[in-house]
Structures are given as structure tokens and as C-alpha cells.
């Protein structure tokens, strides 16, 4: 039987080895998706050019200029000298933000009247807009408290903010986690399913079928390969994240190793599932794509928050493995806690896989149809 | 016991029969032709008796084993192969055959007297890929991938089509002397000329068997004088056939017309008859019937069946 086995696994190896577009899903994909979340995709920014329109132009106002740019953040692109320039800048799409300071900003900040600076962004790209506001008003405030100490108006709160566990707010902190779930699901899951998919579609299922080979072990032969190769991409993108994006590793390496090994059986559960349904390759990529892609994407917490959805996608996200297995991954590396911590979320993937194995099981056809 | 028995077997694809109360038996040792065109149900009937369709109704056996209960069985004593290609063809032809052996739990080298007769044709490219090789290799291959096991049933489907004259010609060889190992084989074909290779062939078309026999007793059991006609116009001439009054049924067979006529006839008279009528140069001689006329005459008149009831 063991002979059997391995005669299918070297098959299979030769099927990957020999076909480029597979070997490039295989280490081209994950490597260049980890690198564009790196260096493309970040809520972060750095240099972002804003506009001025300094109806002031005094002492103060030149210091609160000068404070918005010696932040590191912004850099001035312009001073506006009228309202209609301002208008012209964002329909011409060059300004993203504007400062708007008041005539007599000195004057009224030095009375003690309130004084209110305006921030004018370009909201057809919500996203942005929202970065870019929320960076300047806290430079703004930070302004106003130097100011303020310089006085002696003996109330104040003031706010201290520290981000535990990610205190840059460094955005690989999350897309490494999301990004490996994904990777071990288009290569567990989708790639499995494929190359079930293909033997249907070539006819070779066909003679396997009519042959003594249990149908398990069919299987078995076919996922082992994919199983492995997704093992050694989970390690390549841990090592991408701590050496290039310093993602730290803080809580035990088997742990997490035995989490993505988890993980990995689940999506191969998966794929096998989505095999026994599709005939076709093409079949099989849809449903891996719609299926599995799509809502581990969006729905999985990786790049929007699952605590903002509506109620019935919150309901779709908690049926999703990545989901889970995203919340243990941050727990492992990020806060660095044991297993007993995350026990929860790594039961139901357990129950989640013994379920998929079951389905797989019983929808796996011996014949044809 | 029979290495192969089908007993009413009817197999429907939602509203299309593809398989009409099929019944037949194939002997130990014996090559059984299944002759009929395209859609005829020949892959369906394959697919039922080597286990891996279910039949609406009927049952059937292969070396002794019923097909539903004890398919497992009979998946290790049969060889398979499909319509259509069906190996591996980013694998050389040596890791293809190894492969095949080693999932029957064999080795090339254990069972390599009964390929190879085959096996030495394709042994010079047992390097090359499966899928650069030409259609009569693939063939050779495939039946080499089949026959690793030592099967005691050989079922071959549509193995000659798309592959070359000669081609055709040795891997028909090949068949007659797996026949005399005591391999039993089941081998279907559109082509009616490779009939007459069989033992015995059943025809079959539109998902029924119109008829069981061997060859010579089916070629005997057409009862009507046949004549071979030829002629350079041979469309005007089929056109004029059909109407004079002497024709049962006349069909274009290449380059020949065969003449089927409903009392015997003299050659001078059918030639006569159509020099009268403008073809110059004809030629007729009589013939014995071939499969396909036999094919032909029985698929008519069950046509005819259908029509009236």
C-alpha cells in the first residue's frame, strides 16, 4: 500500500514540476501577494502633499505650517491665495487636502478666543480622506497643547494614546496573518481541487476508478503533494514577514506551526469537497474563487473589520475556517500568547475540519456519477 | 462462466435512452466485437460493465462477478481502456507504464512477457512524453497501461479511432494474439470493416442490440441478391437507381454502389439497363454481403419498427 502511495505522490510531484503555470501559482503567487500588501497596499503614508490657504499669514500661522511639516507626514504642495483657486485644485483632482487658517489666527489664539482651523479633503476617496484628516487634526492639537503649556489655563485633559502589540500601527502586522491564510487556501483548497478536477477532464479518474486503488487513497495520494508545498509557503511568508516587514513571531514556533498545519487540512477538506461537485477545471476554479476567495477576503476580518458588518455577513464571516484562523495567528505572533488562550477559536477548526472530512467522505463517488 | 454477461441492461440519461434492455455474453478467451456508429450507447454499455455507471435496469457479471455488489472485484481483474486517451501526458511513456503497473499493486518487469510484443514498438521513446507522441503509439501505450496487470477481461474502447490505416492494421494483430493468452476482450468500433476480426460481434445502434452472431453467419443471413455498381457519375446514378423497379435499397459504399434488388438478376441486365439510361462505362459484379450491409438492412427495418408499431 505504501508503495502505492508513494508511486502517487511522485506522480503528482512530476505533474507540478513540469507544468510552469502551476509552479508559478505555487511560489510566484504567494511571494508576489506578500509583497504588494508589503509595499503597495498600506493604510500608512508617508510625505503626503496637502495645500494651504493662509488667510492669516502671521507669526502663528507660519508656526503652525511649519509644525504640519515638520511632522514627517505632509509636505506643503502649495499656498492658495483665493477660494476659487482652493475649488479648482480638488476638481482638478492635485489637492487631497487643504488647511484653511482664519484671518487673525494670532490675534484670537493669543486672547484666548477659540480659533478653528478648517481641513477641507477630498471625499471620493473615503479611505484616504479619512487618513489624511485624522493625521493633521492630531497635529494640529498637538500644536494647540504646545501653545496651551505656554499659558496658564490650569484645566486640561490630555489624551495618551499607545497601541499595544503593533505600536507603529505597522499594517504587515495584519497582512501577514491574512496574507497566509489566504496563500494556504488557494494552494490547499483551489490547487487540489484543480488537479482532482483535471483528472475527471482528461479521463485518467476513469481508469483510477477501475482499478484496485481504494478511493482514499486516490485522494490522499493527490493532496499530500499540495499539503507539503503549502506547509513550506507558510514558512516562506512567516520568514518574508519577520526579516523584510518586521512582523514579530512573540509566541511558541510549534504552536503556530501546528495551527497552519490545522489550517492546511481544513482548506485541503475543502478543496476535496469542492472536487467531488465540479467536473470540469474551469468548474472547480469558479467555485474555489467564489467560494472560498471571495468571503475569505472580505469576510474573514483580513482587510475590513467583521464588528462593523451587517449582521447577516458577521453570520457568513463566522463560518468561515480563515476567520478563526487569522484571529489565532494574530494571537500567536502579535501577543505572543500560549495555545490555552486561542483554545476556542482552534476547536472550532477542529469541529470545522472533522466536519468537512465527514461531507468529503460521504460525497465521494466511487463511480462516474 | 462467461467473462462477460449483461442481461437487460437499460441505462437512461434523463429524457435520452442510452442503453435499451442491452443483452449479451462474452465468452472466456473471446474477442466480441460491439459494432455501431457514434452515439450508439457502445461507451455507456463500457461504462456499466466495467463499474463505474450504475444501470437503471438489468444486471450483469464480469469474470463471475456481479457488477453493482462486487465491483471491487471485478476493478481488480479487468483492464480499461477509455475512448478517449487517457493517460498521463506530461509523463514519459516508461513512468506512465510504471505507474500503472505499481497502482495494481505489479511490476513492469513481473508481467512484461505479456506486453511485449506491444511494449518493444514504443520501447525507443519510453523517454518522451505521452503527449508528444502520435495517435497509433498512444494506442500502443494505452493498451500496454491496460494489459500491465495481467487482466482476464480486456475492455477496449473505441481503441482504433483517429489512428492511422496501418496502425489500425498491427494493433488488430496485436488483439488476435492477446486472444490466444485467453485474455477475453471486449472491443467496440464505428469502423464495420474490423468486424470480420472478431469472433463474434454484436450491432448495436441507437442503445439496442439489433443483432448477435459471428461475423459469417451475420454476413450469411442477408437474403438478398447484392451487386457492386460503378460508375463516373455516381450521384445521378444512386438518383436513377433508386427509381428503377428492380432496387430493394441501394447505398453508396466509396466508390462502389451496392445494389440490393428484390429478385436475381443477371449482371448484363442491370448493365444494360443503366447503358440505356446514360452511364457510360459502368460496372457491376456480384458480391457477398458485408457487415455493414447487414448493419444497414437491420437498422432500417428496425427504424421501420419505430415508425409503425
Known amino acids: ?369 | 462462466m462467461p467473462a462477460i454477461l449483461a442481461k437487460n441492461i437499460s441505462k437512461n440519461y434523463g429524457e435520452i435512452e442510452a442503453l435499451k434492455d442491452v443483452s449479451f455474453q462474452v465468452n472466456d478467451g473471446e474477442l466480441f466485437g460491439l459494432i455501431g456508429p457514434d452515439g450508439a450507447g457502445k461507451s455507456t454499455l463500457f461504462r456499466v460493465l466495467t463499474t463505474l455507471l450504475l444501470a437503471d435496469k438489468g444486471t450483469g457479471e464480469v469474470v463471475g462477478h456481479p457488477i453493482v455488489s462486487e465491483y471491487k472485484e471485478i476493478r481488480k481483474k479487468v483492464g480499461y481502456m477509455p475512448g478517449k486517451f487517457s493517460l498521463y501526458q506530461d509523463l514519459s511513456v516508461e513512468e506512465n507504464l510504471r505507474f500503472f503497473a505499481t497502482i495494481f499493486g505489479t511490476t513492469i518487469e513481473e508481467n512484461y512477457s505479456l506486453i511485449k510484443d506491444i511494449y518493444i514498438q514504443i520501447e525507443p521513446f519510453r523517454k518522451r512524453l505521452a503527449g508528444n507522441l502520435s495517435g497509433g503509439m498512444k494506442q500502443k501505450l494505452a493498451l500496454c497501461c491496460a494489459l500491465i496487470h495481467k487482466p482476464k477481461v480486456l475492455f477496449l474502447d473505441e481503441p482504433t479511432t483517429g489512428v492511422d490505416a496501418v496502425s489500425r492494421k498491427e494493433f488488430w494483430e496485436m488483439l488476435q494474439r492477446l486472444k490466444e493468452k485467453g485474455i477475453a476482450i471486449l472491443v467496440s468500433t464505428p469502423y464495420m470493416d474490423e468486424a470480420e476480426l472478431c469472433q463474434r460481434i454484436a450491432l448495436i445502434q441507437n442503445g439496442a442490440i439489433l443483432e448477435t452472431n459471428t461475423p459469417q453467419n451475420l454476413k450469411k443471413s442477408y437474403g438478398h441478391p447484392l451487386y457492386a455498381v460503378k460508375s463516373k457519375d455516381t450521384y445521378n446514378l444512386l438518383k436513377s437507381l433508386r427509381e428503377a423497379h428492380y432496387t430493394r435499397s441501394v447505398l453508396p459504399f466509396g466508390e462502389f454502389l451496392h445494389l440490393s434488388t428484390n429478385r436475381p438478376m443477371e449482371i448484363e441486365q442491370i448493365k444494360n439497363d443503366l447503358t440505356r439510361k446514360g452511364f457510360p462505362g459502368i460496372e457491376v459484379k456480384k458480391i457477398e454481403a458485408t457487415v455493414e450491409d447487414v448493419f444497414l438492412e437491420l437498422s432500417e427495418t428496425e427504424a421501420l419498427k419505430t415508425e409503425r408499431p
Open chain 1, 1 to 369: 500500500m505504501f508503495k502505492v502511495f508513494r508511486a502517487f505522490v511522485t506522480k503528482e510531484m512530476y505533474h507540478i514540476l513540469r507544468d510552469k503555470r502551476t509552479l508559478l501559482i505555487l511560489f510566484g503567487m504567494p511571494i508576489a501577494q506578500i509583497l504588494i500588501f508589503g509595499y503597495a497596499v498600506t493604510n500608512e503614508f508617508k510625505d503626503a502633499y496637502l495645500d494651504i490657504y493662509d488667510q492669516a499669514n502671521d507669526q502663528m500661522s507660519k508656526e503652525l505650517v511649519q509644525h504640519l511639516q515638520s511632522s514627517g507626514h505632509f509636505k506643503v504642495n502649495r499656498m492658495i491665495q483665493s477660494e476659487k483657486e482652493l475649488e479648482d485644485g480638488f476638481k482638478a483632482g492635485t489637492t487631497k487636502l487643504a488647511v484653511v487658517i482664519p484671518y487673525g489666527f494670532s490675534s484670537e489664539l493669543s486672547n484666548g478666543n477659540a480659533v478653528t482651523v478648517q481641513l477641507l479633503a477630498d471625499g471620493s476617496d473615503p479611505n484616504n480622506a479619512n487618513t489624511l484628516v485624522q493625521y493633521a487634526s492630531t497635529i494640529i492639537n498637538g500644536f494647540q497643547q504646545e501653545r496651551l503649556h505656554q499659558t496658564d489655563n490650569p484645566y486640561q485633559v490630555e489624551v495618551e494614546m499607545r497601541m499595544l502589540y503593533n505600536p507603529q500601527l505597522a499594517s504587515a502586522h495584519n497582512f501577514v496573518p491574512g496574507t497566509i491564510a489566504l496563500i494556504l487556501l488557494i494552494i490547499s483548497a483551489m490547487m487540489t481541487s484543480l488537479t482532482i478536477a483535471k483528472e475527471k477532464e482528461i479521463g485518467t479518474m476513469e481508469i483510477l476508478l477501475v482499478s484496485p486503488l481504494p478511493p482514499l487513497l486516490i485522494i490522499l495520494g493527490k493532496v499530500t503533494p499540495y499539503a507539503l508545498l503549502s506547509f513550506i509557503n507558510a514558512i516562506l511568508i512567516l520568514l518574508i514577514g519577520y526579516f523584510i516587514f518586521d512582523v514579530p513571531i512573540k509566541g511558541n514556533i510549534l504552536v503556530l506551526l501546528g495551527v497552519c498545519f490545522l489550517y492546511v487540512v481544513t482548506a485541503l477538506a475543502l478543496g476535496t469537497l469542492i472536487s467531488t461537485a465540479s467536473k470540469t477545471q474551469q468548474d472547480a476554479m469558479m467555485r474555489s474563487l467564489m467560494g472560498l476567495m471571495m468571503p475569505s477576503m472580505l469576510l474573514s476580518g483580513f482587510i475590513f473589520p467583521l464588528s462593523s458588518m451587517p449582521k447577516v455577513l458577521q453570520v457568513l464571516g463566522s463560518i468561515i475556517p480563515a476567520t478563526y484562523f487569522i484571529e489565532i495567528l494574530k494571537g500567536i505572533m502579535l501577543r505572543g500568547v500560549g495555545a490555552h488562550l486561542v483554545i476556542w477559536e482552534i476547536l472550532i477548526l477542529v469541529g470545522m475540519t472533522i466536519f468537512l472530512l465527514g461531507m468529503t467522505f460521504k460525497n465521494f463517488k466511487i463511480r462516474l456519477e
